[in-house]
């Protein structure tokens, strides 16, 4: 009797599970606007407080960083109706918005611009602050506060002027977001800025550092008045800092095999916001058991696997919280596709919770490009990276190590190393070895003719090693890495011409240049890398103790003859390749994807030919990462019974040993 409830329990859970995907499946990433079915009869909801967005401004010709802005904001501006009567719209500044600026202007000012939603007709929403630097009183200050914005149906129903850009703004504003230079600004504390009687901005999690910015850091925090640091009542309140995420070990095996298919280690941070019953936001803040069962799917043939894990499991066999993690594959790249986190508002974790023990479900689907490595190996990032679904989660990974396809031996293959852990972990000192760093993630560099059109794209991960002479003469030879996040130049080979180039410069000390032509005369419709230039400028980051720093060091090979493909086609190549470009100086190039010659509009790779040395492995088909949704759906179907049922059984053998 006991075994039949349970096994219909197995079976009904799904279906619960899978209506909560499909039916909240794009809540999370779907803009809040499009939400509101009948503006005039029902009134919309209140909005759910403003996600926190990261934010932060690089100077244009050093790239150091000279701002940094973390903050939500709540948006309320009045306007007009067809009807002649006063309204109010409710927005919140997207934590996806784009993030320019000027790290000091002619006037003084550091100025920000975030700017969203990013579509093609550009943004509805402009929105600038400017700080101003006091040298005398050694501050800074909010000193100018501009906001354009299009009367757009979405955020501004039935307005009479709809779809017209309309600007609000304040100058000489004193007193705010106001700190000590050298320090940051922070207030958790809602700051609100009236604009006459149009707007009201609501700042909600500021911390802002406008100058001196040091690295990629916040200075230490000048916390605002209303935060109450200063009110002796530290018993109650602020509970202490959680310790770092524990880092767990987890793997899937493979039913059919007894051997491991997918291996995870990582530590994970959750950040949740929630209503307390007495009306205020709290956050939750708890973090993934290293105990938690693990189930999962190996890879089911068409690319996908994925990880659950469930935790505390009580003696009820039931656990309030179930993550998933769900990755993909695609020429020959995995990468994490999506996450999705069931949750109970526990008292534990959510304490005083207007709604206690109801289950809440957080989705995030075609996430592009996180966690991604070449399938074989393993993605390696000790760094924090953080995911943010844009309403109330943050998950903060630290110490990742994953590894989701083609598991050997029950270990890791070799890691691919994140971005973030390069410029962190310093070089290792001693002499290098003759073997390369592990390999960065991909650039993706895209060069524009005349026109404005992307012309050229090519996506790689570059290392080069130069020899050099040290302060004690003997030769050294240094490893650099081509920055994936730099902005590409370059020309095309227009319609006439037979070579096109991609020059990529960085640091005002590096320039790379790679040349690709078409193969004249034999064959003019194939193509291949046939030059590569390597200019330098000596100095201590790059080369340790160097004799001749400052110096300028130049390597050319203008006879190359490596990736082989076809005009108006793209070219991959998984394989890193090693070219000498002189005696002093020789380059890798890996996982790269490249079309030199006849792209199609607007950038996108055109139909792929794969390079001989990445031979011909299973898997992988040419449109991953694109069919999204549907899979995803799908595929928590899949699992969402697999798993269960993997729990059920478990939870029934332990039954059947007493
Ligand atoms: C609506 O806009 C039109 C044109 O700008 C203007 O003439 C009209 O007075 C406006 N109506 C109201 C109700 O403000
Ligand atoms: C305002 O937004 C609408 C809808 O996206 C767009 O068609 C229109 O061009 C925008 N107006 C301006 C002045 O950019
Ligand atoms: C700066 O912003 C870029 C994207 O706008 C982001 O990728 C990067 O992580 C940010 N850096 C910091 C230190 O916040
Ligand atoms: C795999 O997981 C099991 C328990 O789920 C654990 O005992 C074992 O140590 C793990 N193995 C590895 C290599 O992580
Ligand atoms: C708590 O939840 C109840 C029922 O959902 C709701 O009516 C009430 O307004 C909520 N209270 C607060 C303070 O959010
Ligand atoms: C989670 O909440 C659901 C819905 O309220 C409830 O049925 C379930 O028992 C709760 N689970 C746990 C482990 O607390
Ligand atoms: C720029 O590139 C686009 C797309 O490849 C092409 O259609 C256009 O003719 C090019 N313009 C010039 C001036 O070469
Ligand atoms: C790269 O180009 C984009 C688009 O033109 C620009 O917004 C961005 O600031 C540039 N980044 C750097 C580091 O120059
Ligand atoms: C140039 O590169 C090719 C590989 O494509 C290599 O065979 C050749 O030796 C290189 N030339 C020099 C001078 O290093
Ligand atoms: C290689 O480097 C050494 C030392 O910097 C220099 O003397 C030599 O000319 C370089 N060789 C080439 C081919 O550039």
């Known amino acids: 009797m006991m075994a039949n409830s349970r096994g219909l329990m197995a079976l009904f859970l799904p279906m619960l599970f899978l209506y909560f995907v499909l039916g909240t499946g794009r809540a999370g990433v779907m803009p809040r606007s499009s939400e509101r079915a009948d503006a005039t009869t029902i009134p919309p909801p209140p909005l759910p407080p403003p996600a926190i967005g990261r934010f932060n401004v690089s100077d244009s010709s050093t790239g150091v960083r000279c701002i940094l802005v973390h903050m939500g904001v709540q948006f309320k501006i009045q306007y007009t109706s067809k009807d002649g009567d006063d309204l109010m719209a409710d927005f919140q500044l997207s934590p996806y918005a784009d993030d320019s600026g000027s790290c000091m202007d002619g006037q003084g000012l550091a100025n920000i611009l975030l700017q969203w939603p990013l579509s093609d007709e550009g943004p509805n929403y402009q929105f600038t602050l400017s700080?101003?630097?006091?040298?005398?009183a050694q501050e800074f200050h909010l000193n100018d506060i501009v906001l354009n914005y299009n009367l757009t149906e979405g955020d501004f129903p039935n307005a009479n002027e709809t779809n017209m850009i309309k600007t609000i703004e304040e100058h000489g504003i004193q007193d705010t977001f106001s700190a000590p230079l050298g320090k940051s600004y922070k207030c958790r504390t809602e700051q609100t800025i009236q604009i006459g009687n149009v707007a009201t901005i609501n700042f909600v999690g500021v911390q802002l550092q406008p100058f001196e910015v040091?690295?990629?850091?916040?200075a230490e925090p000048n916390v605002c008045a209303e935060d109450g640091v200063t009110t002796p009542a530290p018993t109650t309140k602020p509970p202490p800092p959680l310790p770092p995420p524990q880092v767990g070990h987890f793997n899937v095996t493979d039913p059919n095999t007894g051997d491991m298919c997918i291996l995870a280690?990582?530590?994970?941070?959750?950040?949740?916001?929630y209503d307390s019953r007495d009306g205020d936001e709290d956050m939750a803040d708890f973090?993934?058991?290293?105990?938690?069962?693990?189930g999962g799917e190996c890879d089911n043939g068409q690319g996908e696997a994925s990880i659950l894990m469930r935790w505390p499991v009580g003696a009820d066999g039931n656990a309030p919280y179930t993550l998933a993690l769900v990755f993909t594959k695609a020429r020959n790249i995995f990468s994490l596709n999506g996450l999705v986190f069931n949750y109970n508002l526990t008292q534990d974790d959510f304490p005083d919770a207007n709604e206690t023990d109801s289950q809440k479900t957080i989705t995030m689907n075609d996430l592009k490009d996180q966690f991604s490595a070449p399938v074989g190996q393993s993605y390696k990032c000790q760094a924090e990276q953080t995911l943010q679904d844009g309403t109330v989660a943050t998950f903060n990974f630290v110490g990742v190590?994953?590894?989701?396809?083609?598991?050997?031996?029950?270990?890791?293959?070799?890691?691919?190393?994140?971005?973030e852990d390069f410029t962190t972990t310093p070089r290792p000192p001693g002499p290098s070895t003759t073997a390369y760093e592990p390999l960065p993630i991909p650039g993706d560099w895209k060069v524009t003719n005349s026109s404005g059109k992307v012309c050229m794209r090519v996506k790689a991960s570059i290392q080069f090693k130069v020899k050099y002479y040290k302060t004690d003469n003997t030769m050294e030879q240094t490893d650099l890495t081509v920055p994936p996040h730099i902005n590409a130049t370059g020309t095309?080979?227009?319609?006439?011409?037979?070579?096109?180039?991609?020059v990529l410069s960085w640091d005002n000390l590096y320039t790379v240049t790679i040349k690709f032509s078409k193969n004249i005369g034999t064959d003019s419709t194939s193509f291949k890398l046939n030059n590569i230039q390597v200019e330098y400028t000596v100095n201590e980051d790059g080369f340790p103790e160097c004799r001749y720093c400052g110096t300028?060091?130049?390597?050319?090979?203008?006879?190359?003859?490596?990736?082989?493909?076809?005009?108006?086609?793209?070219?991959?190549c998984t394989t890193p390749v090693v070219i000498p470009v002189d005696t002093n100086v020789t380059m890798k190039i890996a996982e790269l994807e490249a079309q030199p010659f006849g792209i199609g509009q607007g950038g996108q790779f055109g139909e792929t030919d794969q390079c001989p040395q990445d031979g011909t492995p299973g898997g992988g088909g040419g449109n991953g990462g694109t069919v999204a949704l549907a899979v995803c759906l799908t595929l928590f179907c899949v699992i969402a019974l697999g798993v269960t049922c993997y729990f059920y059984r478990k939870k029934r053998s332990e039954y059947q040993k007493f």
Request: proline share 4%; charged share 20%.
């Open 131 to 136: 700080f101003k630097k006091d040298t005398v």
């Open 214 to 218: 040091q690295g990629d850091e916040f």
């Open 265 to 273: 280690s990582l530590g994970l941070q959750f950040k949740i916001q």
């Open 287 to 294: 973090q993934l058991s290293p105990r938690a069962e693990v």
């Open 401 to 419: 190590q994953l590894q989701p396809f083609e598991v050997k031996g029950n270990t890791f293959g070799s890691p691919r190393v994140c971005a």
């Open 492 to 502: 095309c080979a227009g319609v006439t011409g037979n070579s096109a180039s991609l």
């Open 552 to 572: 300028a060091g130049r390597a050319s090979n203008l006879t190359v003859d490596a990736y082989h493909g076809k005009v108006g086609r793209a070219l991959t």
